[in-house]
């Protein structure tokens, strides 16, 4: 069975830091695209960060370029989230995702394009 199971959620003060990780379980993810989204209350899932398998390519929504970096380590099937100078739009819960076409170029933004998603994990940021 496929698990995804996201950690390091918290609170944070706006300007602040946090590091979300993602640890898959059930089946080799080194092959296969990893992204984060994100959902804040009442409003749709979003499209946060993708890798690549190899990690050479990375796509970014453009609310979070040059904030949040995306990371992952295929020998311990955990992809991770950096996410600095935080702001108060930031907070929502945020899901790790996994695809399903093996060596996939592209870290496509598409939820559809993903099959797997965890439980998600909640990011606050006060203002």
């Known amino acids: 069975q496929v698990q995804l199971v996201e950690s390091g959620g918290g609170l944070v003060q706006a300007g602040g830091s946090l590091r979300l990780s993602c640890a898959a379980s059930?089946?080799?993810?080194?092959?296969?695209?990893m992204g984060w989204f994100r959902q804040a209350p009442g409003k749709e899932r979003e499209f946060v960060a993708a890798i690549s398998w190899s990690a050479l390519n990375k796509n970014y929504a453009d609310s979070v370029k040059g904030r949040f970096t995306i990371s992952r380590d295929n020998a311990k099937n955990t992809v991770s989230l950096q996410m600095s100078s935080l702001k108060p739009e930031d907070a929502a819960v945020y899901y790790c995702?996994?695809?399903?076409?093996?060596?996939?170029?592209?870290?496509?933004?598409?939820?559809?394009?993903?099959?797997?998603w965890g439980q998600g994990t909640q990011v606050t940021v006060s203002s």
């Open positions: 059930g089946r080799t993810f080194s092959s296969y695209v």
């Open positions: 995702a996994a695809g399903s076409r093996p060596w996939q170029v592209a870290p496509t933004a598409l939820p559809n394009e993903y099959p797997y």
